[in-house]
């Protein structure tokens, strides 16, 4: 599986640095941008002094400008040093005093270094970076940063991150040389076999080192918090779409979340919609379905492999929330054909909960994603182009009848029925 990166081919490929070109280093050292700092400056000023910051739309506002304002502010190497050794290195740092217990103990106040040092029973180093505030000398203090990642659906994310996502980031370069630039699209063999040196995709690999597995279920449940939701009814209009011509036997089912996870979607739909026709059910893997803790009764539990046969048939929707993503589109098709197949025409819908990329002005949140969806799955985040490209094939004989967003929502509502 693993390729030979010192393969003299790789020369060949790209451009040899440093023979472009050359500029004056003074480039590196002076504000990327000082041009832009008097009109972020403004806006930010035009905000007033005491903003509004609980409304959502304004922090995020503001939050776009400081960032603005920041990567402007910044010199190109000081930005190189951030990316190289601050990122990785608060990664690092985050990771191991949350594994640690670190930050539970820290949770309710300041704490000397050695206090915590003699209670964890480890050395004194503690990283800080603003991540935890310095009260004196070697004393530290929670932030409601620290406090946050001692909810595991929001700290999770680090340790299964850590240990079954980010070598795949580290050695993309190394992988993308070696195949000379291709968009990889080999789920079985792409970045994430290389980089891990095996035979197993994402899921498998976490499952296979606990607690990963457990951990990116929960990171699962995080990601989504705070988000606008496609159930609200500034979103889609849950109601008309799919209540309304609902088949009321009774043992018809209303929504199947397919790969769901945990059930954070439909516990969510379910608090939201106590009165919902028809059954609710969660499809996903044994591994993951055998993990939940705790799942509003009314929500079945199913063990279902996407790629299989779809066991139920002619359910009111079908429910796909950052599934297709993790897939290039070979195999999305291998998974989209069963589901076409359980779809009843003029009845059932397909709902995917997915980014569609903006042609222009894409969030750093989706094209980080994009990156991370490469070397993670050898796949991407899809344009409205792509999306149809995907399913509108004869093949799988679905049209996108709408694609739902709202203001901030970061992902989309692909409603789908059958030609
Ligand atoms: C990125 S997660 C999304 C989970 C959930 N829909 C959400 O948005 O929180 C992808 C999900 O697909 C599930 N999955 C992966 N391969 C699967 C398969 N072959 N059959 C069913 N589920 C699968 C994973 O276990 C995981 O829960």
Known sequence: MAM???????????????????????????ACDADAVPSVLERLSSFGKTPPVERDDIRLAMLADARTLVRALETPRETMI??????????????????????????????????????????????????????????????????????PIIGDGYPCLAGGAHTASTKLHEYLRQTQYATPSDFAAGPYQYAFDTEMNLFQYMHAHP????????????????RPSWMDPNFYPVKEQIFAGMDTSEDSVLLVDIGGGLGHDLGEFSAKYPDAPGRLVLQDLQVVIDGIKQLDPKIERMNHDFLTEQPLKGARAYYMHSVLHDWPDDMCANILKPLAGAMKRGYSKLLINENVIPDKDADWQATALDVLMMALFASKERTLTQWRQLLETPELGLRIVRVWSAEHSQESLIECELV
Request: hydrophobic letters at 35%.
């Open 211 to 226: 607690p990963l597995g457990k951990q990116f279920d929960h990171h699962m449940g995080g990601y989504r918090q705070g």
């Open 82 to 151: 951030k990316h190289n050794w601050a990122q990785p290195a608060c990664h690092a740092a985050i990771t191991t005093c949350y594994n640690a217990g670190v930050l539970d103990l820290l949770r309710d106040g300041p704490m000397k270094v050695d206090q915590l040092a003699s209670k964890l029973g480890m050395h004194r180093e503690v990283l800080a970076m603003g991540y935890i505030k310095e009260t004196d000398v070697d004393e530290y203090a929670p932030t409601n940063f620290s406090k946050a990642l001692t909810i």
């Open 4 to 30: 030979d990166h010192k393969n003299g081919s790789l020369e060949k490929v790209g451009v040899v640095k440093g023979e472009v070109n050359p500029l004056d280093i003074s480039i590196a050292v002076r």
